[in-house]
Nanobody, 129 residues
Framework: QLHLVESGGGLVQPGESLRLSCTISRHTLDYYGVGWYRQAPGKEREGVSCLEISDGATYYADSVKGRFTISRDNTNDTVYLQMNSLKPEDTAVYYC??????????????????????WGQGTQVTVSS
């Protein structure tokens, strides 16, 4: 069983940065993938960026490529999403999720989110001037 807790959301202006944190209540994450997803009002939840724990492979949605970076700190069991050059269209609730026996980061990010094993509670990110 995993527990995921997100933090770091907030209100920022376009062009600014935020770093989201996902603290995971499990030290051994072999064979897991961890990803960040977002859901804007009236839209479906979408995969933003995913990470394969085993080899560090990553995937980014085209809409965030070059602006967002996913990373992991092994010392405190935390996965981060560094978000730079934020745009109003990045406004959404951001969720951290984990899935067991992930094949690839790409597969995790594009699969039906309903099939993922574990979810955090979400954190709001609002980009507005």
């Amino acid at each position: 069983q995993l527990h995921l807790v997100e933090s770091g959301g907030g209100l920022v202006q376009p062009g600014e940065s935020l770093r989201l944190s996902c603290t995971i209540s499990r030290h051994t994450l072999d064979y897991y993938g961890v990803g960040w997803y977002r859901q804007a009002p009236g839209k479906e939840r979408e995969g933003v960026s995913c990470l394969e724990i085993s080899d560090g492979a990553t995937y980014y949605a085209d809409s965030v490529k070059g602006r967002f970076t996913i990373s992991r700190d092994n010392t405190n069991d935390t996965v981060y999403l560094q978000m730079n050059s934020l745009k109003p269209e990045d406004t959404a609730v951001y969720y951290c999720a984990a899935d067991y026996l992930v094949t690839t980061a790409l597969a995790m990010c594009v699969m039906n989110p309903d099939n993922l094993d574990y979810w955090g509670q979400g954190t709001q990110v609002t980009v507005s001037s």
